[in-house]
């Protein structure tokens, strides 16, 4: 459940956030969504495929484990990784939207009430004594925005590999070192004998928009599944001691 209401300085005056990354604060995610101006980043940690939703929508997810509510990045000290994606560190926050002067929807911040990060006597303060923005609402502010600013790059990166028949789905076998196996199924990932077959004129087109660039670093970041398997491997390996 999602208790999701209008961030203000007066009702939440007392609100402080708890920044711990642990199973218990619901990072145990098998992924996280990432937009397409975090690829750089994402890309040396995690392997980067694609889900479809209900409304036949692709988004591009970072994978963190291989069964339901598995974070293999999370360990007793915390989330072991170079980086972790907006969608996770904007948490519990959230963007909303309210109708401004000219009848336009205008963002705001949310924050969702009901996450067990959300306390009045522990974690960070959002509000000064004052009722000014602290340092770490601002960052929050800034991560929110910059999401919701890559609407547009991130629609053009979706809509372009759709339009240009570079989605496949597939299913991965992974078989572990005590014998047992995981099959991820539902994702998708680019087909590369198809990225070949592009024209001259297509990769020149993508080359210049920057979403060639993108691509490769969704291709690359494939490699990082035998590290995922390791961790996995090293993890039933320790349950067994």
């Known amino acids: ?4 209401v209008l961030l203000n300085n007066i009702e939440h005056k007392d609100l402080k956030i708890i920044t711990e990354k642990s199973a218990k604060f619901g990072n145990n995610k098998t992924y996280s969504t990432v937009y397409p ?22 988004s591009a997810i970072a994978l963190f484990g291989f069964e339901q509510s598995e974070n293999l990045f999370l360990t007793n000290e915390g989330w072991q990784a170079s980086y972790i994606p907006l969608m996770v560190e904007r948490e519990p926050f959230l963007i909303g939207f309210q109708q401004n002067e000219q009848n336009e929807p205008n963002p705001v911040i949310h924050v969702d009430m009901d996450s067990p990060r959300v306390s009045e006597s522990e974690g960070i303060d959002v509000f000064l004594p004052h009722g ?50 995981n099959r991820l ?19 020149a087109s993508l080359n210049k928009s920057g979403l060639l660039h993108l691509i490769y670093m969704v291709i690359a970041s494939h490699a990082n599944l035998t590290a995922l398997i390791q961790k996995k491997d090293k993890l039933n390996s320790a349950a067994m001691l």
Do not use: C, W
């Not at 459940?1 to 999701?4: A, D």
């Not at 199924?185 to 990769?203: A, M, V, W």
């Open 1 to 4: 459940m999602s208790n999701h």
């Open 37 to 58: 101006f975090e690829f750089r980043h994402a890309q040396a940690d995690y392997p980067i495929f694609f889900l479809k939703d209900n409304q036949e929508q692709f």
């Open 132 to 181: 000014g923005n602290s340092e770490f609402i601002n960052r929050v502010s800034t991560i929110l925005k910059t999401i919701h600013d890559s609407k547009q790059s991130t629609d053009l990166f979706m809509e372009t590999v759709q339009e240009l028949d570079l989605l496949e789905p597939f299913n991965l076998d992974i078989q572990l070192n005590d014998g047992s196996n």
């Open 185 to 203: 199924t539902g994702f998708y990932t680019i087909n590369e004998d198809k990225l070949t077959q592009l024209s001259g004129d297509q990769l």
